[in-house]
Each structure stands twice: as structure tokens, then as C-alpha cells.
């Protein structure tokens, strides 16, 4: 089956520190997803890659989606503690409607 | 509130007891979907509904898992004879149909805990 290998497993960072994590998988993906979760809540969906190449940005995020179509990217710019929680990618492989998810990055920002 | 819904938020049951959740989709979605999650993993794929249809069902879904979505609106995940492994946040998530948007949205999900 499609797996997704998400690196780093977790990150520890200052605030106002820009940081970078990323997906690759091991067959090309349709769709790349990046979520946050927080403890105890559903993943919140932050940004939707549908092209490849695509660079795509919201508010303090950019993520891209890799050319080859096996991996994406998320940067989020000058953190804040706020930014803590467990980010994962997800994507679309064979089908357009089964996520498959990576097991996480865990963001810890000291203020 | 017009996110997905799901109840009840936490349920502490007996092994062997059955539970049922229940989620509510984003109102115009038309496609549902049942996850779960484990400590420490990401959201593992169970089934999947375009309006009432159940269109697929993962390995993951035993037997004792039965999920329904009458009239295509709200849908059910009822677990027959808990087990311990069956300790898991149960996540349901929705989407519109079709095309290249195949954004979910998720639920706060329900975590479910077999004493």
C-alpha cells in the first residue's frame, strides 16, 4: 500500500524561527493536504496542493508540491507559540477521496 | 457552527459492550468518511460514503464495524463486542463530490476508550 514518510518526527524551535518539514512517498500522489492537529481535536486542513510545482501560501505557510509528484513541503515563517501541535501531510493516490496520512511533525516553540 | 460534528466526544465503555457515534457533515458535502487514529500515528482510512452509498470499506474495518449513512445526511459507526485495540480517536470527515476539490474537513472526533 502507499506509504507517506514524514520527517522530522518532531521539532524543537524558538520563537520567531522559521521552520521547514516534508512528506515523500513512496508513489506519485494526486493531491497533496496539510493539516494541524491539536491535543484532543480533529487535524484542522491549513493548505491543498493540487498541481505539480504548485507553490501555494497561506499567511504564514507555503507548501509545495514536488515535481515528481512524491513529495511536498510546508514552511511556516517566524513562528509563534500559537504554532504548536502536530502537523501532518496527507494525500491522494490511486483515489480521489482515500487520505493517506504521514505520522506526523511534532512542533514545540519556546517563547 | 457549520463544521462536521461528532458525538459524543469521549465514551469510556466495558469490553465486550457495542458504543455507536454519530457525525454530522458540513451540510452541502456529499461525501462522508470514517477515520481512526492511534497515539502517535496519523488518521488511518476505514470507509467511505457518497451520499448513503458505502463505497468502500478498508481491511481495518472488521467485521464487528458497521457504518451507515441513511438518507445520504448523518452517519453512524457502531463497534460490536469492544475490544482493548479498539482504543482509538474516531474521526469522521467531509467533502463535496467529484471534481479536483477533494478538501475534508474533519470532525473533533471521538475518543474511544475499552477498559
Known amino acids: 500500500g502507499q506509504q507517506l514518510n514524514q520527517s522530522p518526527q518532531s521539532m524543537f524551535i524558538q520563537e520567531g524561527e522559521d521552520v521547514s518539514m516534508n512528506c515523500t512517498s513512496s508513489?506519485?500522489?494526486?493531491?497533496w493536504l496539510w493539516y494541524k492537529q491539536d491535543p484532543g481535536e480533529g487535524p484542522v486542513l491549513l493548505i491543498a496542493?493540487?498541481?505539480?510545482?504548485e507553490l501555494t501560501s497561506n499567511g504564514r505557510l507555503t507548501a509545495q508540491f514536488g515535481i515528481t509528484r512524491k513529495d511536498s513541503f510546508l514552511n511556516i515563517s517566524a513562528s509563534i507559540p500559537s504554532d504548536v501541535g502536530i502537523y501532518f501531510c496527507?494525500?491522494?493516490?490511486?483515489?480521489?477521496?482515500?487520505?493517506?496520512f504521514g505520522k506526523g511533525t511534532l512542533l514545540t516553540v519556546n517563547p | 457552527d457549520t463544521g462536521v460534528s461528532q458525538d459524543p466526544r469521549h465514551k469510556i465503555t466495558k469490553r465486550g459492550q457495542n458504543v455507536t457515534f454519530r457525525c454530522d457533515p458540513i451540510?452541502?458535502?456529499?461525501?462522508l468518511y470514517w477515520y481512526r487514529q492511534t497515539l502517535g500515528q496519523g488518521p488511518e482510512f476505514l470507509t467511505y460514503?457518497?451520499?448513503?452509498?458505502?463505497?468502500?470499506k478498508s481491511r481495518l474495518l472488521s467485521d464487528r464495524f458497521s457504518a451507515e449513512r441513511p438518507k445520504g445526511s448523518f452517519s453512524t459507526l457502531e463497534i460490536q463486542r469492544t475490544e482493548q485495540g479498539d482504543s482509538a480517536m474516531y474521526l469522521c470527515?467531509?467533502?463535496?463530490?467529484?471534481?479536483?476539490?477533494?478538501?475534508?474537513?474533519f470532525g473533533q472526533g471521538t475518543r474511544l476508550t475499552v477498559v
Open positions: 470527515a467531509s467533502s463535496t463530490g467529484g471534481g479536483s476539490n477533494t478538501e475534508a474537513f
Open positions: 496542493l493540487y498541481k505539480a510545482g
Open positions: 496527507a494525500g491522494h493516490g490511486g483515489s480521489n477521496y482515500k487520505l493517506t
Open positions: 460514503f457518497q451520499n448513503e452509498a458505502q463505497l468502500e
Open positions: 451540510s452541502e458535502h456529499n461525501r
Open positions: 508513489s506519485i500522489f494526486n493531491t
